[in-house]
């Protein structure tokens, strides 16, 4: 393909990545299925698991959050769903969990949701001991890439990833339904936690019929509740002005915790005179 026939370099850059990231994907699938491949009894597998580091926990550094979670923590290996209302505060709560997991871990954000003038409000007075273990990419959202990306920042010691969002991720293969993409993305997300041993982050979507119908589930379905380890529903009651007066957290599914709550989530939306989300606001 000739660079001439794209419209910018980075254009052309994000054509080739997309083409290698099949690659890999192809290459992968092909050493996966190799006959000579040796495989662990359930002995050998018990031995080796046994003798390895332990699960880990990383505290969300949300007190009214950590202590409804088993062993205080998000557990290592955990693909998380976090859906919602347009105007239920996603992000916003998800920014915040990743604030308080860069006190101890490195974390990385893929934005694809906000122009970036407006998501700095978020992060304007968060210390700078938070801010330097973070990291942010805004560039292609196609889902090879950005796997692609998570391999290679998992290899830094990144270990909590955070994608905003599920409707911005597009997948190579265009002819593909709404399900079928749904699904490739699930799978190729909650595979990366299974085995790489990191914490996947999904902002996900409430359909706009189940909302009507008071129902809870994530849009478009699929098997993106049978990958998910955890299923966080976030909701907000309007006053008759639309100003949000409650905002709830439902845990719909925790593989590891095994238990469902609802709670009250703290008033941590106000904003300074600039627009900023404070950094401590999630104490309560």
């Given at each position: 393909m000739n660079p001439e026939n794209f419209?910018?370099?980075?254009?052309?850059?994000?054509?080739?990545?997309?083409?290698?990231?099949?690659?890999?994907?192809?290459?992968?699938?092909?050493?996966?299925?190799?006959?000579?491949?040796?495989?662990?009894?359930?002995?050998?597998?018990?031995?080796?698991?046994?003798?390895?580091?332990?699960?880990?926990?990383?505290?969300?550094?949300?007190?009214?959050?950590?202590?409804?979670?088993?062993?205080?923590?998000?557990?290592?290996?955990?693909?998380?769903?976090?859906?919602?209302?347009?105007?239920?505060?996603?992000?916003?709560?998800?920014?915040?969990?990743?604030?308080?997991?860069?006190?101890?871990?490195?974390?990385?954000?893929?934005?694809?949701?906000?122009?970036?003038?407006?998501?700095?409000?978020?992060?304007?007075?968060?210390?700078?001991?938070?801010?330097?273990?973070?990291?942010?990419?805004?560039?292609?959202?196609?889902?090879?890439?950005?796997?692609?990306?998570?391999?290679?920042?998992?290899?830094?010691?990144?270990?909590?990833?955070?994608?905003?969002?599920?409707?911005?991720?597009?997948?190579?293969?265009t002819k593909l339904s709404e399900y079928e993409k749904n699904n490739e993305i699930s799978s190729k997300l909650s595979e990366l936690t299974r085995t790489l041993g990191i914490v996947i982050i999904l902002i996900n979507q409430i359909s706009e019929a189940d909302l009507k119908a008071g129902r809870q589930a994530l849009k478009g379905s699929g098997d993106q509740v049978y990958d998910s380890d955890m299923i966080i529903y976030l909701s907000a009651t309007l006053n008759d002005r639309q100003e949000v007066v409650k905002r709830e957290l439902v845990m719909a599914k925790d593989r590891i915790g095994e238990r469902t709550f609802k709670i009250n989530i703290p008033d941590f939306y106000k904003k300074n005179e600039y627009g900023a989300v404070s950094a401590v606001e999630f104490r309560g």
């Open positions: 419209n910018s370099v980075d254009e052309f850059i994000i054509y080739l990545e997309d083409k290698r990231a099949a690659i890999d994907e192809t290459l992968r699938d092909l050493k996966s299925t190799r006959i000579d491949e040796k495989f662990e009894t359930m002995g050998e597998f018990v031995r080796r698991v046994e003798a390895s580091d332990e699960l880990v926990y990383f505290p969300t550094g949300l007190d009214w959050l950590d202590g409804e979670l088993y062993y205080r923590g998000l557990a290592q290996g955990s693909f998380i769903n976090i859906a919602g209302a347009s105007y239920a505060g996603k992000t916003t709560f998800t920014i915040e969990l990743l604030k308080g997991l860069a006190k101890s871990h490195k974390v990385a954000f893929f934005s694809y949701e906000m122009y970036e003038k407006v998501l700095i409000r978020k992060f304007k007075f968060a210390p700078f001991e938070i801010l330097k273990n973070m990291t942010i990419i805004q560039d292609s959202p196609n889902i090879d890439i950005v796997c692609e990306r998570i391999r290679k920042l998992s290899q830094a010691g990144v270990m909590v990833f955070a994608i905003d969002s599920r409707m911005k991720l597009r997948v190579s293969n």
